[in-house]
């Protein structure tokens, strides 16, 4: 990741499959990037100002600006967070340097 985009897309949010195969859309008023991963093989759309796309087991991880206004994610019988406990979990973090594929 280039030293740009990471002043350009300076917040990072990581979201964690639990090994159940959970849905997850994320919206932001700025722009965001799928980080590490290409998003054909991981069947993740984003455009200008979300992400939506299926989780399992492992990590997907989104650099985005601006402030995070939505996010939402369900286990495979479409119930929300907090009432399942197989949704994902869901880290927002702001101000994150890049890292080794962050």
Sequence with gaps: ???ETTD???HLVTIVGRGVPSNYEITV???IELVGADPLEEATV???HAAEG???TGVMRFRFSGQMVN???VDWNGV???ES???PEVHIDYGVPAQNGN
């Design 1 to 3: 990741m280039s030293a």
């Design 8 to 10: 350009t897309l300076p």
């Design 29 to 31: 008023d700025g722009e």
């Design 46 to 48: 984003v455009t200008d």
């Design 54 to 56: 299926a989780v399992d």
């Design 71 to 73: 996010i939402h994610v």
């Design 80 to 82: 929300p967070a907090p």
């Design 85 to 87: 406990p197989s949704t």
